[in-house]
């Protein structure tokens, strides 16, 4: 089992320089003590998942009174709430999981994610359901979020009707122990809840009962989800970048961007499995990074999500000759050998025939080499991360691999990668606009706004 990190690539003219490394050796020392101060004041508690044997202990209790009562599982829950067990589905229980039948599943449950408010969505779930087979788990840290919550509103509502006293039955929440409305009415109403710690923040909860139980629930190792993650812990516990590949990857993205106007970071695996988790990724670097800093100036690279080799047909061209902005990072996994080679036939047709004998994963590998030298030919920096196998263990430790590099990286832009305030004026907009009662100042903000002018419209 193993995970490692090339940054050859990364190190070209106009990119990274020897200079700026050896320059950066002593920041990212001052970063990782940042970091660790602050995971010894317990703020930064996703630290602590890999090893929380207790909270694994909720989901798995929770999974094995489950037993084999469900058909469907259906999460409630937007960003953090959602982006994690979606990721986690697509990379472990791969191949279109909700369209095998209950045989193939194992006896698991269907997952299903509800991530968006979209009434066409939702009206089409509800309708396929048969809701005395399904569980649904609302996930909210703040229990309070507006999406959630309608989703909720539908769901309970819908369940009321069909099992009146029962209704609960069919329900668990995920959240905060404390806070918000999520836990009081789980408290009344005796429904089953799961905690994410107060100290967990929503971007940063896939290793909690956010991610891991849906992912329990169908089946997927949650021990070896955070057997990975605490492997990735004890890696990057020293402060030497040589061996710390978080602090790696940080550094070199930071210096990328900050040093070089590399202000767009680009993940990119070679593996259908790991098409959501670049998506997962996209959040929490956008949400942990794009900040005002004290001073008052505005940091923070722009995540983009790619997926090789469909994106060669699609962005790469952006990426090689379009503006000398971004890194990319390319995620490998080793050894793919499923079907074996590809057939050899039309010799004579040159388009074809060079292709016949080597396999789709030889294939896909070249793809990724050859594109990777295309982009460093072209001064594009990049790196690639290498995966034994895309398995529990494997996606836990590169969940902690991204998670404390982003940690890192709010040190080294020197802004606060776990608050999300520049999110608030539009949430404030959007009660303003319900009438939710207090808010009055978001109302009269929001009346001082430019009104749509018609002479503006086509
Ligand atoms: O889990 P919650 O509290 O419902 O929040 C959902 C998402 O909304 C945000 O708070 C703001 O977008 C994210 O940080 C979070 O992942």
């Known amino acids: 089992m193993a995970l490692s990190i090339d940054y050859t690539n990364m190190f070209l003219p106009g990119a990274v320089t020897d200079a700026d490394w050896e320059f950066a050796a002593g920041r990212f020392r001052a970063a990782h003590a940042a970091v660790m101060a602050r995971v010894a004041r317990g703020d930064l508690g996703f630290v602590d998942l890999p090893e929380d044997a207790a909270l694994l202990r909720q989901t798995t209790d929770f999974v094995q009174r489950a037993g084999d009562r469900w058909e469907d599982v259906v999460i409630l829950g937007i960003g953090g709430s959602a982006l994690g067990p979606i990721a986690l589905r697509t990379a472990l229980r791969p191949h279109a999981w909700n369209t095998l039948s209950r ?66 039955e069919h329900l668990v929440f995920v959240t905060d122990p404390a806070k918000g409305s999520l836990r009081p009415i789980a408290t009344k109403e005796g429904i089953a809840a799961l905690d994410i710690p107060p100290n967990v923040g929503g971007r940063f909860s896939v290793l909690t009962p956010v991610g891991v139980l849906p992912a329990a629930l169908i089946g997927i190792d949650a021990g070896q989800l955070l057997a990975g993650a605490a492997d990735m812990r004890r890696r990057c516990a020293g402060d030497d970048l040589a061996g710390n590949p978080a602090g790696t990857f940080a550094l070199l993205q930071w210096l990328a961007d900050d040093r070089h106007g590399k202000h767009n970071h680009v993940l990119m695996p070679y593996a259908d499995p790991l098409r959501d988790f670049a998506a997962w990724f996209v959040q929490l670097w956008a949400e942990s990074l794009g900040k005002v800093r004290k001073d008052g100036t505005h940091v923070g690279p722009t995540p983009i999500a790619a997926l090789g080799t469909t994106d060669q047909h699609a962005q790469v061209q952006l990426f090689m000759e379009g503006p000398a902005d971004k890194t990319i990072t390319f ?128």
């Open 103 to 168: 045989e193939e599943r194992g006896g698991k449950p269907r997952l299903t994610v509800l991530d968006n408010v979209d009434p066409e969505t939702i009206d089409a779930v509800m309708s396929r359901l048969h809701l005395e087979r399904a569980l649904f788990v609302v996930i909210s840290k703040s229990g309070g979020t507006a999406e959630t919550m309608a989703q909720y509103l539908i769901i309970r509502a819908a369940l009321d009707e069909r099992f009146g006293d029962r209704a609960k």
């Open 331 to 458: 995620v490998e996994v080793a050894g793919r050998t499923a079907l074996g080679p590809i057939p050899k036939l039309y010799a004579d047709v040159p388009d074809l025939a060079y292709l016949g004998g080597h396999s789709l994963g030889e294939l896909l590998d070249a793809e990724r080499r050859a594109t990777a030298g295309a982009l460093a030919r072209r001064g594009r920096p990049n790196m690639t991360i290498t995966l034994d196998a895309v398995d529990a263990w494997h996606v836990g430790a590169l969940i902690f691999l991204l998670e404390l590099a982003t940690a890192y990286a709010g040190a080294l832009y020197d802004i606060d990668a776990f608050d999300q305030p520049g999110v608030e004026l539009g949430k404030q907009f959007t009660y303003a606009i319900l009438g939710r009662p207090g808010s009055d100042a978001a109302r009269a903000e929001w009346d001082q706004l430019p009104k749509p002018d018609p002479r503006r419209r086509v």
